[in-house]
């Protein structure tokens, strides 16, 4: 297995653009997620999806969008992009609300 | 969710024993304990966890005070790949719909050769 995995593992934006950062992963979990990391701090939730077809808020969703159309797949897209979000994004499955989660590799990504 | 306390950095030597404590004063009686640890530029990875019992795998040993308002994980021989930052982190069993895991600054461990 490939476990979770994530491109670009870099990106450069300027302000105002729109762009989709992908996720995927091939262990059929049920449970996705998506996360920021800033600089020197923990794991913020942005959205989170319990299955095909469901997705939802977590902490920090403004200026993010998702869907899940498939087991496999969670992209996550910045409607216009904002120097606030620079940031290191990570992925996550796991098979149900109890176990563990798997992490991707991440993606850098830098707003200018 | 209930807080957790860490302390900000940790210092061992390799091939010696580490004990990182966590505080969780406000433990739920169905909040379940994790551990995960990041490497260097890398993803968070799940260490180990548990409820009220000691538990035990390839990786390390948590140890949970009877009362659960602390925990300790142990590895046991540490090495210069154990360097990491290492997250205690409570998850409400009952809550299914919970993906939330609460990553707080975690305590960054530096292993000395």
């Known amino acids: 297995n490939a476990g979770v995995t994530q491109t670009p593992k870099f990106q450069v934006l300027k302000t105002g653009q729109s762009m989709t950062l992908q996720c995927a992963q091939d262990?059929?979990?049920?449970?996705m997620s998506w996360y920021r990391q800033d600089p020197g701090m923990g794991l913020r939730l942005i959205h989170y999806?319990?299955?095909?077809?469901?997705?939802d808020q977590g902490e920090v969703p403004n200026g993010y969008n998702v869907s899940r159309s498939t087991t496999e797949d969670f992209p996550l897209r910045l409607l216009s992009a904002a120097p606030s979000q620079t940031s290191v994004y990570f992925c996550?499955?796991?098979?149900?609300?109890?176990?563990?989660?798997?992490f991707g590799p991440g993606t850098r990504l830098t707003v200018l | 969710d209930a807080k957790t306390t860490q302390p900000n950095s940790m210092e061992s030597n390799e091939e010696e024993p580490v004990h990182l404590p966590c505080n969780h004063s406000t433990i739920s009686g169905t909040d379940y304990i994790h551990w995960y640890r990041q490497l260097p530029s890398q993803g968070p990875e799940y260490v180990i966890h548990?409820?009220?019992s000691n538990v035990n795998n390839r990786m390390a040993s948590l140890a949970i005070a009877e009362d659960r308002k602390s925990s300790t994980l142990i590895l046991h021989r540490a090495t210069l790949r154990d360097a990491a930052v290492y997250y205690c982190i409570l998850r409400d069993a009952w809550d299914q719909g919970a993906q939330k895991l609460v990553f707080g600054q975690g305590t960054r461990l530096t292993i000395n050769p």
């Open positions: 999806s319990v299955g095909a077809g469901i997705t």
């Open positions: 262990m059929n979990h049920e449970y």
């Open positions: 548990g409820l009220t």
């Open positions: 996550a499955s796991k098979s149900d609300a109890y176990n563990e989660q798997f």
